[in-house]
Nanobody
């Protein structure tokens, strides 16, 4: 059974950086797109970024454009979310998901497997 586990969350100051990781354990022949979403109390879930199965194609959400990027190490079944210039409004629980398909997807309904999430807190 495949499981997703995120890491790298924590607390940073306004303008700081973090790198989140998401490892897919279990079967190693994963060939699905993966993505990052976030949610904070009282707010709807937001699409952050997604990457195709090969790593060649990505999509970046409006909340992340110009500051975040996503990458993938296919050999290690791991994706990364590189977050720069973090702002207090980026404070949220960040979750990674594995999509049904191979192309990066922005709709969370296109994902069928989720990790437990990691907390990111940005203080001013």
């Amino acid at each position: 059974q495949v499981q997703l586990v995120e890491s790298g969350g924590g607390s940073v100051q306004d303008g700081g950086s973090l790198r989140l990781s998401c490892v897919a354990s279990g079967r190693t022949d994963r060939r699905y797109a993966m993505g990052w979403f976030r949610q904070s109390p009282g707010k709807e879930r937001e699409f952050v970024a997604a990457i195709g199965w090969s790593g060649a194609s990505t999509r970046i959400g409006d909340v992340a454009k110009g500051r975040f990027s996503v990458s993938r190490d296919t050999g290690k079944n791991t994706i990364f979310l590189h977050m720069n210039n973090l702002k207090p409004e980026d404070t949220a629980m960040y979750c990674c998901g594995e999509a049904f398909g191979r192309s990066p997807a922005e709709d969370f309904l296109e994902y069928n497997l989720w990790g437990p999430g990691v907390q990111v807190t940005v203080s001013s």
